[in-house]
Each structure stands twice: as structure tokens, then as C-alpha cells.
């Protein structure tokens, strides 16, 4: 199962993550659901503004992160 979602988080709202204040990140995908994963599955996508585009967000039969994986042209 995978669920597309937008995502724009400034460099400085992801440094929360560090900071230990985030640890999961809140999200909607585009059919409406709500997901929420570990904010440390965005780390290969920081960039200096932060992370910024289209994600799949994959998940197992448990509802548990097989993986993230950014879509190819987005963002």
C-alpha cells in the first residue's frame, strides 16, 4: 500500500527534528487520508531550504513505513 503526498517543511521546522522536538512527521496525501511517519525517513530528502516535493509513502500490511521514496520530477 503507498499513499502520494505534498510536502513543504522549512529547513528550520525540520531542524526540530534534531532538536529532538519532531519526531513524526503529520501529512495528508492527495486522496484525503492522514499519514503519519518518522520524521527521520525525510533525512536522505533535506536539502538547505528544508525537504520540498511529492512523496510515496509505502507501508505494509500492518500499517508499518516499508519506505519513502520522492517521485521523480517533483519538487
Known amino acids: 500500500m ?8 522549512s529547513r528550520d521546522d525540520y531542524l526540530l527534528w534534531y532538536r529532538g522536538a519532531a519526531q ?28 520540498e516535493g511529492t512523496f510515496a ?6 500499517h508499518k513505513l516499508v519506505r519513502v521514496e520522492k517521485l521523480a520530477g517533483a519538487g
Open 24 to 51: 513524526v512527521i503529520h501529512a495528508r496525501s492527495r486522496d484525503g487520508r492522514s499519514v503519519r511517519f518518522p520524521a527521520q525517513a525525510l533525512q536522505p530528502y533535506v536539502s538547505h531550504n528544508g525537504v
Open 2 to 9: 503507498h499513499l502520494i503526498v505534498d510536502i513543504r517543511i
Open 57 to 62: 509513502i509505502y507501508f505494509d500490511e500492518n
